[in-house]
């Protein structure tokens, strides 16, 4: 079956400009979370949904950061007025449930975002 | 707070010769760990995971992983490295909603 897609692949923008990076989760998997990956450095918890509802954003860096999931399925992160420091990669990652501890997450192929 | 501390960015390991990728936990509650490998421009792709069920986890591809209390240690081994196995290796430990991962190790398998 088809596993979590994110696109685009690659985003090149300049700063102060807004962008938008999709995901679309496995089919039927309800819990969905976004990470963040710089450069030689482990994925960094951005933000969590149950759902259509954030149930965690505590890692989201600062108000320019948004994510929408309005139908319980795609989500949408969005970055305000961009800034160098926001290129990395962004990785997407969804799970049957999130109550439970054990339950793996199945990561995209992430969008590299680069920010001139 | 939960936290993994991955000893060593690079490891380099002969064709056939035995892999110990290193990871140390934090962690204030009974921890579930994971180990994820991530091959370029690919994302992580799950290798094995403790529950408490079993101390020793066999993971996909030869790898597997031992759970010391003791020692506060999960580290990923496999008996004899193939040339596939050159990737970037995660640690992560399950903390609340989210998991916290280290900073990685690159395996690289000279031929």
């Known amino acids: 079956g088809a596993g979590v897609s994110q696109t685009p692949s690659n985003k090149v923008t300049e700063k102060g400009k807004y962008v938008e990076l999709r995901c679309d989760p496995i089919?039927?998997?309800?819990?969905l979370y976004w990470y963040r990956q710089s450069l030689g450095q482990g994925p960094e918890f951005l933000i969590y949904f149950q759902g259509t509802g954030a149930a965690d954003d505590s890692g989201l860096p600062n108000d320019r950061f948004f994510a929408v999931r309005p139908e319980g399925s795609v989500s949408t992160l969005k970055i305000q007025r961009t800034e160098r420091g926001d290129s990395a990669v962004y990785l997407c990652?969804?799970?049957?449930?999130?109550?439970?501890?054990?339950?793996?997450?199945?990561f995209g192929p992430g969008t590299r975002l680069t920010v001139l | 707070a939960q936290s993994v501390t991955q000893l060593g960015s690079h490891v380099s390991v002969s064709e056939g010769a035995l892999v110990l990728l290193r990871c140390n936990y934090s962690?204030?509650?009974?921890?579930?760990l994971f180990w994820y490998v991530q091959y370029p421009n690919q994302g992580l792709q799950l290798l094995l995971k403790y529950t408490s069920a079993a101390t020793l986890v066999k993971g996909i591809n030869g790898f597997e992983a031992e759970f010391k209390k003791s020692e506060t240690s999960f580290h990923l081994t496999k008996p004899s490295a193939h040339m596939s196995d050159a990737a970037e290796y995660f640690c992560?430990?399950?903390?609340?909603?989210?998991?916290?991962f280290g900073t990685g190790t690159s395996l690289t398998v000279i031929p």
């Open positions: 992560a430990v399950r903390g609340g909603n989210q998991f916290y």
């Open positions: 089919s039927g998997h309800t819990a």
């Open positions: 962690s204030s509650v009974p921890p579930y």
């Open positions: 990652a969804s799970s049957t449930r999130g109550g439970a501890a054990y339950n793996e997450q199945f």
